[in-house]
């Protein structure tokens, strides 16, 4: 099992900037990606961004330039930096944390933290 915690959601105005934090615990050693999705109201969870273990990394066309995952292997957490951020931002975000062998190919089980409120105003 893997236990994600996420912290850093919170109101902010359009231009803001926020940091999303993603801790892992417990059996890491079982995956090698995590990353993060979000869901707005009426919409489905969608790819914000991910990295995994060798640091690559991928990034939703709507946020890319605006938006930068990151780890710290010594703590075991993963970082969203999101800059400039938009009304359309708004959503609950949600850390991710699998096993993939490519890009579309997630083998395993698929480890859900409780999701993180990100509002942003105009």
């Known amino acids: 099992q893997v236990q994600l915690v996420e912290s850093g959601g919170g109101l902010v105005q359009a231009g803001g900037s926020l940091r999303l934090s993603c801790a892992a615990s417990g059996s890491i050693f079982s995956i090698n990606t995590i990353g993060w999705y979000r869901q707005a109201p009426g919409k489905q969870r969608e790819l914000v961004a991910v990295?995994?273990?060798?640091?690559?990394?991928n990034y939703a066309d709507s946020v890319k330039d605006r938006f930068t995952i990151s780890r710290d292997n010594d703590k075991n957490t993963v970082y969203l930096q999101m800059n400039s951020l938009k009304p359309e931002d708004t959503a609950v975000y949600y850390c991710?944390?699998?096993?993939?062998?490519?890009?579309?190919?997630?083998?395993?089980?698929?480890?859900w933290g409780q999701g993180t409120q990100v509002t942003v105003s105009s």
């Open positions: 990295i995994t273990t060798g640091e690559t990394t």
């Open positions: 991710a944390a699998y096993r993939r062998i490519s890009p579309s190919i997630i083998v395993g089980t698929t480890y």
